[in-house]
């Protein structure tokens, strides 16, 4: 053979597999990874290598639009299911059920109630299901049984345990002798230190420094684990974080009388259930006490919220504006940086960078909703996708064009056919 039939007898052997790659998703690896509120624009605050890595070797969205409430439950949810806060039902990260008679909380075991999450079903049961095997890492709701299952393989949650302890899990799964297909990883920073130090508070920069050197450690280990250009790596977050004051308190004591309601969620989003008959009472007390909160009646709750169609949204909610805090009086603690507010402020949207063979490579995008994140998941693993809210096509091109479906011998090769040479092939594809 000559050399010049030698590549071409490479290319073709090049597309094939390249063909067989795209026709076969459950080649397809992802790990999702959350660094809890971890504001969009962090990225720029201080030198953030690792994500400009990431950005330089994959794909950036500029402005995600999460869901309202802009909480850590309600958006890690989302982000697994596709589904507006109304749909999945967690609707806040403090609920009551009135027909559960039931209430939900963080501060208490009852986040473990089922009942809760079961509205919907996570990415992690449907893959199971399509003969997938997943691994979760403290991803919230992981390690609740939901629909009769939990993830194949999964940590129970506790803070203390460390970053690279949570790493070598994820690590361990995608590499042991029956791998996982789907990995989800989350760590509590940089919301904790947002929410007590404020955003705007200079010894943020070390958080976002530390967060870097964190992503750098990940990326590290997937190397090592040869796993780095294999797998579709996926950095997300649930929201953003805002500047809060004790000059910007809203105290409810003020305006209603403490036996007339029970006050179910707070700050920014107070959600009130007024006691039998004491509904117009405390409606109207509060309708228009002050110019930072916003009163809805759960009926006139603004549509482009989709946060009115479930049960556990409670009778009436005030909505504090960007940097309001809403408590019961000022006894009670405030924090310097907070979240929650309307998902259309900048402020409150979260990062989306990715890598890996599925997707492009130094490719920025202006923006994508979080509910669009769900479609790509499944896509990516090739499993089908429950009823969301989220639309692939507008997130299609992050991917890399794929070969099309059906292929004949007779289909001319890609336009840079050189760059199809075996070494490069090699390359890219190991
Ligand atoms: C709801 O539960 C509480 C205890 O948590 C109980 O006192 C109350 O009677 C229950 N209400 C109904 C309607 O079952
Ligand atoms: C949480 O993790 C820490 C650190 O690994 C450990 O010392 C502690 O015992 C764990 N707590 C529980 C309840 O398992
Ligand atoms: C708070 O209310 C005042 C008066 O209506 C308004 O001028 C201001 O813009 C509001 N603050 C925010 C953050 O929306
Ligand atoms: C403030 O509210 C808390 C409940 O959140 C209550 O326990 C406390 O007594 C209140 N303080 C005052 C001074 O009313
Ligand atoms: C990435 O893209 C930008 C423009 O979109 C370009 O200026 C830059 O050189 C590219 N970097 C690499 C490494 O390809
Ligand atoms: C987000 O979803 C809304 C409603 O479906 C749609 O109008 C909007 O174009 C979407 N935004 C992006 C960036 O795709
Ligand atoms: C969101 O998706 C669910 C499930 O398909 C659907 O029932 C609901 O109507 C959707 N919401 C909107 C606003 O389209
Ligand atoms: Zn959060």
């Not at 989302?78 to 009551?96: C, K, P, Q």
């Not at 005030?318 to 998902?343: R, T």
């Amino acid at each position: 053979m000559t050399s010049k039939l030698l590549c071409a007898a490479f290319i073709l052997a090049a597309l094939t597999l390249s063909i067989t790659f795209s026709l076969q998703p459950d080649q397809q690896k992802v790990l999702l990874v959350s660094f809890d509120g971890f504001r969009w624009d962090y990225l720029y605050r201080v030198p953030t290598p690792h994500f400009h890595y990431v950005m330089k070797y994959g794909v950036h969205v500029k402005q995600v639009t999460n869901i309202f409430i802009t909480k850590t439950y309600p958006n890690h949810y989302t982000l697994v299911t596709g589904l507006f806060a109304e749909n999945h039902g967690i609707v806040a990260n403090d609920m009551f059920d009135p027909i559960l008679n039931k209430s939900f909380s963080l501060d208490t075991m009852n986040i473990y109630d089922s009942e809760f999450w079961e509205e919907a079903t996570p990415i992690w049961i449907t893959n199971q299901k399509a003969g997938h095997t997943s691994g979760a890492a403290m991803w919230p709701g992981t390690d609740v049984k939901i629909h009769e299952s939990f993830p194949t393989h999964y940590m129970l949650y506790n803070e203390s345990v460390s970053f690279e302890e949570r790493v070598a899990k994820i690590i361990e799964w995608f590499t042991s002798k029956e791998p996982i297909n789907l990995g989800l990883l989350y760590w509590e920073d940089p919301d904790d230190m947002g929410h007590h130090l404020g955003p705007d508070s200079p010894l943020m920069g070390p958080v976002i420094s530390d967060i870097d050197n964190k992503l750098g450690y990940l990326i590290q280990m997937l190397k090592k684990a040869n796993l780095w250009n294999t797998l579709n790596l996926i950095i997300t977050s649930d929201h953003g974080m805002t500047q809060c004051s004790e000059e910007r308190v809203i105290e409810l004591d003020q305006y209603l009388d403490k036996e007339h309601y029970l006050l179910i969620d707070q700050s920014p989003v107070a959600a009130i259930l007024p006691k039998e008959g004491k509904f117009d009472e405390v409606y109207e007390a509060l309708a228009h006490a002050h110019p930072n909160m916003t009163v809805y009646k759960k009926e006139e709750i603004p549509e482009r919220w989709h946060y009115k169609y479930n049960t556990r949204v409670q009778p009436i909610i005030a909505v504090a504006d960007e940097g309001w805090y809403i408590l019961q009086n000022k006894s009670e603690g405030l924090m310097l940086g907070n979240h929650g507010y309307d998902n259309a402020l900048a402020e409150m949207h979260p990062i989306f960078l990715a890598h890996g063979p599925a997707f492009r490579k130094n490719f920025t995008k202006a923006a994508m909703n979080a509910t669009d994140l769900y479609p790509l998941l499944c896509h990516l693993l090739g499993i089908p996708a429950l009823p969301h809210n989220g639309s692939l096509s507008s997130v299609q091109d992050l991917l890399r064009p794929t070969a099309p479906r059906t292929v004949t011998h007779t289909q001319s090769p890609p336009p840079h056919h050189d760059t199809y040479c075996p070494v490069k092939y090699q390359q890219v594809f190991t």
